[in-house]
């Protein structure tokens, strides 16, 4: 079986088409996949013009020995857990429900760290136009909402302001979503292609610079601060590499601690020497609207709420069946070790 085959059934797996415990038992993906890969070696998928924490965390030299090869960007969080769950790489992150549906398809990963989050300085808007009519969950019956991945945080989002704001099912149903690449997407909403965008980070924030758009609600007015998504590592990683996954989960957590204490400026100051360093052809322009990694706990320890509230979403919907997962199963915080001292190569 090629590589791109397997991923393939893997996402097919995530979307209910498949069983991604099919796919991993073919013998594709297995433990040999780090044949050859030193043990001090963690391989993995980035996103362009980002620092994540994992990279931060190298970089601050809170990972104690280990070696990040990056092996090339991700398009998406489900497919970035997919590939740590094939043995493509060791580790990848994505949004809490696409952990929790990737648990219901028995894969053998477990969550370690949270990695992202919602905050007041981290979040995801949905936005009108400044005279749309749009005012209310009811008057999105029958619109089109414009979104970065179906099925996802975004949609999941969605899902529970309409039900919260008192839409029936069926009603909410009526609510179109659609997949559109982010930087297409405040675009589409000035043209009149959609009528609402969901907008985080940058996008949001140049957005709304240029004007003539308002918020209709966002993630965090609507649950407050909460980590959303989580990195995850396979088990076959984990019984054969302990110590290493120690060091890296509790290297994560000492790094998004760092993104907390330290000035914002100098935090970015550090993201624009990594990304410039690591020579990858990538504007570094974005990283000025960096604000926060939006990580509810400080270390990134997971909390059970994280997973369970989009496991009783993915029940509503009838993605997973309600006996399908386990929440105490799906994560640990044995590797976090982040309570003990540590200094960061700037001598902080």
Known sequence: MRPHQLRRREFLALTGLTTLAAATATGCGRASGRSGVPDDTLRYQGWAGTVTPAELAEDLGYLRG??????????????????????????GGA??????????????????????GVDEERYSGFYVLQDSPLRSARDLIGKRVAMNTLGAHA???????????????????RVERLALPPVNTE??????????????????????ERGGIRALFDDHRLLGSFSAGTYVMAD???????????????????????????????????????????????????????????????AGRIAPDELSLWARWLEQRGDIKADRVHVPDLYTNAYNHTAEPHRDRSGS
């Open 66 to 91: 280990l070696t990040l090869t990056w092996v090339g960007n991700t398009t998406s969080g489900p497919q970035d857990i997919q590939a740590a769950a094939a043995g493509d790489t060791d580790f």
């Open 95 to 116: 949004f809490n429900g696409a952990v929790v549906k990737m648990a219901a398809a028995k894969a053998p990963v477990k969550a370690v760290i949270s990695y992202y």
């Open 155 to 173: 949609e999941a989002v969605l899902d529970t302001y309409l039900a919260r704001k008192g839409l029936s099912p069926d009603e909410a149903a």
């Open 187 to 208: 675009q589409a909403l000035r043209q009149g292609q959609v009528h609402v965008a969901v907008l985080t980070d940058i996008l949001r924030d140049k957005a709304r």
């Open 236 to 298: 076959r990683y984990l019984e054969a590499h302990p110590q290493q996954a120690r060091a890296f989960v509790t290297g994560v957590g000492r790094a998004l601690q760092w993104s907390r204490r330290t000035p914002r400026a100098e935090v970015v100051a550090r993201m624009v020497r990594i990304v410039r360093r690591r020579d990858r052809s990538e504007d570094t322009a974005p990283l000025r609207y960096w604000r926060s990694y939006g990580v509810a706990d400080r």
